[in-house]
């Protein structure tokens, strides 16, 4: 099965109707949702001979901001929102 790739086109399109001064960050694995700062884009070619773009994050230790706000959690990975389950309270020593 192959999954199709967004082109640099079809990434220039949606970044055309942003903000050209908000900073461009990586959202990786929304299950683990967190935000990477990115630092580069290198194209390449690839094993079959397509060129191909990377966007890559940085090599500091700041690059990794933190977790991605609910909003974007959501969008990406097209589920609703989850929320932590109600703390029960705490068992005495004495069990009660």
Known sequence: MTHPEMTVDELIYPLSA???SAPVRRAMNP?????HRLAQVVQSVDETGRTVVHLAE???EDTQLGHLP????????RQGPVQA??????RTAGGK
């Open 31 to 35: 299950f683990l949702p967190m935000a």
């Open 18 to 20: 942003c903000d050209r």
């Open 58 to 60: 940085g090599h500091d």
């Open 70 to 77: 609910p909003e974007v959690t959501v969008a990406l990975s």
């Open 85 to 90: 389950p109600p703390r029960r309270p705490r």
